[in-house]
């Protein structure tokens, strides 16, 4: 949905973890001595939904994405919110970005490390955010979990709201860790119908396989939790994990 379908992004539920999560970046921050202003650093920050919470919260926020048309929707909602002076937004490839200077807190959500699909990919990712942190500086990510995969990243679903219905017919590869989604998309306007299509593709990355290229990468793994969005009420499983490390 990153670039044909970057403006139904918000609208398939991540707002609500954005709270949830942007919540936990300012948790984790505090608990590591991380102040206000900053500033922090969003790999993969897509539309900007948690970016923008941060800012209008006080904090300075760098974000950075490949996809120049979830960017779009993140400058459009800058410019509504008036947070421009707290955002810098810049088109970039998150395995290898290079600040000028080091900030504390780099922070890596919305299963972005699961779009890292081979190990050089991965292990590229972790080394950009070690690469932009100073000594005992904080990195904090979420990863989706192969439960989550198992269930519903398999079969066909659909949804709709406001003049678009979306449908979507998932698989998970078991022996690869590979999950792939096609999302079709029928908007109506006022003068036709418009469908579109785009694929998504995740890579299920275990926790022995996430600790031991962390730490290849300079990380000392400091957490790593179990976590449900709120919205969801699920007590036998848990659909993500949240590491945070620190830069040696």
């Known amino acids: 949905m990153y670039t044909k379908l970057a ?6 539920g991540v707002v609500d973890f954005s709270i949830d999560i942007a919540d936990i970046i300012q948790q984790t921050a505090a608990q590591h001595g991380i102040t206000m202003p900053g500033p922090l650093l969003d790999l993969g920050c897509g539309t900007g939904e948690t970016a923008c919470l941060l800012a209008k919260a006080g904090w300075q926020v760098i974000g950075v994405d490949w996809a120049e048309a979830m960017l779009d929707e993140a400058r459009r909602k800058v410019a509504e919110a008036g947070i421009s002076q707290n ?12 600040l000028s200077k080091p900030v504390p807190m780099v922070y890596c959500v919305y299963d972005t490390v699961n779009h890292m699909l081979v190990a050089p990919d991965l292990e590229a990712l972790f080394a950009s955010a070690h690469r932009n942190l100073p000594p005992g500086g904080v990195f904090l ?6 439960a989550n995969f198992l269930k519903f990243w398999q079969g066909k679903d659909k949804d709709e709201g406001p003049n678009v219905q979306l449908s979507f017919e998932a698989s998970y590869d078991v022996e690869r860790g590979r999950a792939v989604v096609a999302i079709q998309a029928a908007e109506h306007t006022e003068s036709q119908l418009v469908m579109t299509q785009e ?3 995740e890579q299920y990355w275990n926790d022995e396989t996430l ?3 962390l730490t290849g990468c300079g990380f000392e793994v400091t957490g790593c939790t179990p976590f449900n969005p709120s919205t969801l009420e699920l007590e036998d499983m848990h659909l993500k994990t949240l590491w945070v490390c620190k830069k040696g």
């Open 199 to 201: 694929l998504v593709t």
């Open 87 to 98: 955002i810098k937004l810049n088109v970039g490839d998150i395995r290898n970005t290079r």
């Open 141 to 146: 990510f979420d990863v989706n979990t192969e």
């Open 211 to 213: 600790r031991a290229t």
């Open 7 to 12: 403006h139904l992004y918000d609208w398939t």
